[in-house]
């Protein structure tokens, strides 16, 4: 009899760190760990560890990836519109994003993961607000970190009041009417209509 040669896998970082994206959509964060997602991938309880020292470090990974993709996000809603609108656009994007993958938006901005714990997750954070800030640097060039804070506050505070269904929304309106409409109003107070 043949003995079975162990098996291997490319890229398991990667293929862990997607199985913990799909965990996370489905079961959330609780249902996030390294044994569920060596299961999903078909490896070894003990495999994780060799590229994960414990669950907040895979945490860290799958909310690293989940900023590159929402980086990624807000320059595509960027991208053949006016430069006058891509603060608008980008808004519209992060929020979004945040209903489109509430458990990832939800960890990316968890207190759980600390930022300065993990260098990759700083970068990929920091290169996000960056190109924000970068917008709003148009939008006020006298002072385009505070700008960039208050468009930041404003769409990640609309977002979340979106996430836990805080919002009376007018009739029949629907979410992207509202993000535009409280993101055209932060516009317009910055004088652009």
Not at 42 to 56: E, I, L, M
Not at 68 to 76: E, H, I, S, V, W
Not at 130 to 159: C, I, M, Y
């Amino acid at each position: 009899m043949k003995a079975e040669s162990p098996y291997h896998h490319g890229d398991l970082r990667h293929a862990l760190v997607e199985a913990g994206l799909g965990l996370l959509a489905r079961d959330g964060q609780g249902g996030l760990g390294l044994r569920e997602v060596a299961r999903a991938v078909g490896v070894s309880p003990s495999a994780p560890y060799r590229h994960f020292k414990n669950r907040t470090a895979l945490l860290a990974a799958v909310a690293t990836e989940g900023f590159r993709r929402f980086g990624a996000d807000l320059k595509k809603a960027a991208r053949g519109v006016p430069v006058e609108r891509h603060l608008l656009e980008q808004g519209r994007a992060y929020v979004r994003f945040a209903l489109t993958h509430p458990a990832l938006f939800r960890l990316m901005f968890s207190p759980e993961v600390k930022r300065s714990e993990h260098p990759a997750l700083k970068e990929s954070a920091d290169t996000a607000f960056f190109s924000l800030e970068a917008l709003a640097a148009s939008a006020n060039p006298q002072d385009p970190h505070a700008t960039a804070l208050a468009a930041w506050s404003l769409v990640h505070g609309l977002a979340q009041l979106l996430l836990d269904d805080q919002i009376n929304r007018r009739p029949g309106q629907s979410d992207d009417a509202l993000i535009g409409a409280v993101t055209g109003a932060f516009m317009a107070g910055l004088g652009h209509r």
